[in-house]
C-alpha cells in the first residue's frame, strides 16, 4: 500500500499595491510619476533601434543575448557567467529568490520598500522578514543584520529605497556586510541608482568584487 502523499498548502500571495493615476487636468498634462513615467520623448537612437527591430520581426532572436551580455562584459568588467538580464529588476529579483530560497527559508529586507520583495518571496516559498525603516526613512541596517538567523537565504538592500529615497552609504553597507554570514545572499537593489547624488554612494561593482555573496 502506497504512502499518502500529503496534501498541498496554498499561501496567500500579497497583492501588488501600485500608485494611484493622476487625476486628470485640461490646462496642463499629467503624468504617473509612481511609474516612473518621463514627461520627455524616447531619445531618437531608442525610437531608431526600435523601428529596426520591428525589420527582423520574422526571426527569432538570440535566446542566450550573446552580443547584450559580450556587451555588457565589456563595458563593466564583468565575466559573462555572473551577469544575468531580464525583463526590468523584478524579473531578476525573482529569478534569484527561486534560486537560492527553499521553502521556510528566511528573506530580510526593509520595510517599507519595493512592494514587490513580499510578493516575489512567498512566490519562492520563503518567508518575509521585513525590517522596519528608520524614523527617517532609512535602512535600519543594524536591525536588518540583528534579524539574520540560521534560516535566512538572502537579504535585500535597497539603495535608494523605492519609495522613501534615501540612499545607503559605501561605508554603511560595509559595515552591514561585516555583520553577515558569508553563506547569505546580499542582494544591493540599485535599480535607481542613476538618482543618487551624495558622497560616499555606494559602488556595487566594487562591492560585488570584495564580497562573494553580494
Request: glycine fraction near 2%; charged fraction near 20%; proline fraction near 8%.
Given at each position: 500500500?502506497?504512502?499518502?502523499?500529503?496534501?498541498?498548502?496554498?499561501?496567500q500571495i500579497p497583492a501588488y499595491v501600485p500608485g494611484k493615476p493622476p487625476v486628470p487636468r485640461d490646462d496642463l498634462v499629467t503624468y504617473k510619476l509612481s511609474s516612473n513615467e518621463n514627461p520627455f520623448p524616447p531619445l531618437p537612437g531608442v525610437i531608431?533601434?526600435?523601428?529596426?527591430?520591428?525589420?527582423l520581426a520574422n526571426r527569432y532572436p538570440d535566446m542566450g543575448n550573446s552580443a547584450l551580455y559580450a556587451g555588457l562584459s565589456e563595458k563593466l568588467g564583468v565575466p559573462v557567467g555572473d551577469l544575468a538580464a531580464g525583463t526590468g529588476s523584478v524579473a531578476l529579483i525573482y529569478q534569484l529568490l527561486?534560486?537560492?530560497?527553499?521553502?521556510?527559508?528566511?528573506?530580510?529586507?526593509?520595510?517599507?520598500?519595493?512592494?514587490?520583495?513580499?510578493?516575489?518571496?512567498?512566490?519562492a516559498a520563503a518567508t518575509s522578514v521585513p525590517v522596519p525603516l528608520t524614523a527617517d526613512?532609512?535602512?535600519?541596517?543594524?536591525?536588518?543584520?540583528?534579524a539574520v538567523t540560521d534560516r535566512t537565504k538572502v537579504v535585500i538592500v535597497c539603495t535608494p529605497n523605492n519609495p522613501t529615497g534615501p540612499s545607503v552609504?559605501?561605508?554603511?553597507?560595509?559595515?552591514?556586510?561585516?555583520?553577515?554570514?558569508?553563506?547569505?545572499?546580499?542582494?544591493?537593489?540599485?535599480?535607481?541608482?542613476?538618482?543618487?547624488?551624495?558622497?560616499?554612494?555606494?559602488?556595487?561593482l566594487a562591492t560585488y568584487r570584495a564580497h562573494p555573496n553580494v
Open positions: 500500500m502506497s504512502t499518502p502523499r500529503p496534501r498541498a498548502t496554498v499561501t531608431e533601434a526600435a523601428h529596426a527591430a520591428v525589420d527561486q534560486a537560492f530560497c527553499d521553502p521556510g527559508d528566511e528573506v530580510v529586507h526593509a520595510w517599507r520598500s519595493f512592494e514587490a520583495y513580499p510578493i516575489a518571496i512567498t512566490s526613512a532609512e535602512h535600519d541596517l543594524d536591525a536588518m543584520a540583528a552609504t559605501q561605508t554603511a553597507l560595509d559595515a552591514f556586510l561585516a555583520q553577515v554570514p558569508p553563506h547569505v545572499v546580499v542582494v544591493v537593489d540599485e535599480a535607481y541608482l542613476e538618482f543618487v547624488r551624495m558622497p560616499d554612494a555606494v559602488d556595487g
